[in-house]
């Protein structure tokens, strides 16, 4: 099986790129992003699982009641990959 990778702007996927775009482009949320980022005792891996874990509880707080739109948001957000996030702002 031959699968195609897409990638946008050189990030790994779209959903990617516009979450890396909204979270660096916030001042609260770039500092929320940089908060994790800084942690000296976590390994990469954990602080995308952190990242990843906050915002989906922001997502599930905001749209609580299921519907289209829920669904939508949450295979888009599983698209994104948190680890590319993290280490791409740790330069």
């Not at 994790?36 to 997502?59: F, G, N, T």
């Amino acid at each position: 099986m031959n699968v195609l990778t897409q990638t946008y702007n050189g990030w790994s996927n779209y959903e990617t790129w516009i979450a890396n775009l909204w979270l660096t482009n916030d001042e609260s949320s770039y500092r929320f992003l940089q908060e994790i980022v800084q942690e000296e005792c976590a390994p990469d891996y954990e602080k995308a699982e952190r990242l990843e874990s906050q915002l989906r509880y922001q997502l599930d707080d905001e749209i609580d009641a299921p519907c289209m739109w829920q669904d939508l948001l949450r295979h888009a957000f599983g698209q994104v990959d948190w680890l590319e996030i993290i280490q791409s702002n740790c330069e």
